[in-house]
């Protein structure tokens, strides 16, 4: 888990922080395996009243995907993915850390 450098601090770029973070796991776990199955995940929190977001880098082995049925009693892969990483609003008890509102939305980006 790497966050972005906090506020105060010199800014990384996202692609400097997901570029850090992919090198250092490749580092610790080269091998096909970790070639084949693993992954990136951009995590964003994003406040709807000021417009913070929070930014969280994961390494990832697999992912909770949602498998939708469609009509035909199938699944595509591509609709799963769309629903795992489309915008959900937040529930209850968050709050904006700058503007303290209650007011947000989350959701995932596959990095790689």
């Given at each position: 888990l790497l966050r972005p450098q906090p506020a105060g601090s010199p800014e990384l770029h996202d692609l400097e922080v997901h570029e850090r973070l992919w090198l250092e796991a490749q580092r610790k776990d080269a091998s096909l395996v970790a070639d084949l199955f693993q992954g990136q995940l951009r995590s964003e929190i994003q406040c709807k009243s000021c417009g913070?977001?929070?930014?969280?880098?994961?390494?990832?082995?697999?992912?909770?995907?949602?498998?939708?049925?469609?009509?035909?009693?199938?699944?595509?892969?591509?609709?799963?993915?769309?629903?795992f990483c489309a915008k959900e609003p937040l529930e209850a008890g968050w709050s904006c850390s700058r503007c303290a509102a209650h007011s947000g939305e989350k959701r995932f980006e596959l990095w790689r």
């Open positions: 913070a977001s929070d930014q969280i880098f994961e390494l990832f082995w697999s992912l909770p995907v949602p498998v939708p049925a469609t009509a035909a009693g199938s699944a595509a892969l591509e609709s799963a993915l769309d629903a």
